[in-house]
């Protein structure tokens, strides 16, 4: 899934190739995708864009007149920008990986796209990005909390700490692969529970938080949207890792799988030497 690196990336490419340009139209292809229906996206048409914003994980692609296509790309969506397009047809609904398709007046525009089955992204067009429910939702940026924001967030809500840094609600823009590399780097337990952190290690937590994130994002901006997923698994150093070693300390890097995710993790640097128990496998050594 895009995360706060990438959708920022994302946001850079879009302001230094789309802004300026016109909507010549917006194509539905996939009706599961558009969430709202009040303006309908005729009412893109003739506007220009005029900045690429992020809300959390959310892509916020900003019209003139206060209008907003908000954008949630869930697990498998992504944007891809195209500089022509072959056909000037409009794309027939149903048909291939494409949900939604933006054209822009100079012939170029993206298209926003979605593998697999589960078909979850999500696109909104609204006057106020409040006015999508998950952006209401979200809880600081990631990036810019300070250390007492970060702590009095992560503290507010008890539970282990893997789950609670990605929960939205929280902090918003960390997900499943930048969690694994925040706790790594943090030398934490993704079974910690937050409310039991020391103030040491909440600092901790909060310098590696701000460090795996700015260094992605510096690593992701100016990349070309074709490239921005090779880029990000090249900088990961233990999430989707399993079996590998450990770039820090070469043990091996472990996993724990639930029923449609799984977490990565490196025992020397993050447990005391000792495996997790991988629920799904019922491995019960703790």
Known sequence: MPELPEVEALGAYLRDRAVGRRVERVEITAISALKTYDPPPTAATGRMVVDAARHGKFLDVVLDGDLHLVVHLARAGWLHY???????????????????????????????????????????????????????????????????????????????????????????????????????????????????????????????????????????????????????????????RTGLPCPVCGDTVREVSFADSSLQYCPTCQTGGKPLADRRLSRLVR
């Open 82 to 240: 195209r500089e022509s397009f072959a056909s000037a047809a409009p794309l027939k609904p149903g048909k291939g990986p494409i949900a939604v398709r933006v054209r822009l007046d100079d012939g170029s525009g993206f298209d926003l796209t979605e593998a697999g089955t589960q078909k979850k992204l999500a696109a909104y067009l609204v006057t106020d990005p409040a006015q999508v429910p998950g952006v209401a939702k979200l809880g600081p940026d990631a990036l810019a909390a300070d250390l007492a924001t970060f702590a009095d967030r992560i503290r507010g809500r008890r539970g282990q700490i893997k789950g609670i840094l990605t929960d939205q609600s929280v902090l918003s823009g960390i997900g499943n692969a930048y969690s694994d590399e925040i706790l790594h780097a943090a030398k934490l337990s993704p079974f910690a529970i937050s409310s039991r952190l020391t103030d040491s290690q909440m600092a901790v937590l909060h310098e590696a938080t701000r460090e795996v994130l700015t260094d992605a994002v510096s690593r992701s901006v100016g990349q070309r949207a074709a490239t921005l997923k090779g880029e990000k698994r090249s900088g990961l150093k233990v999430h989707a």
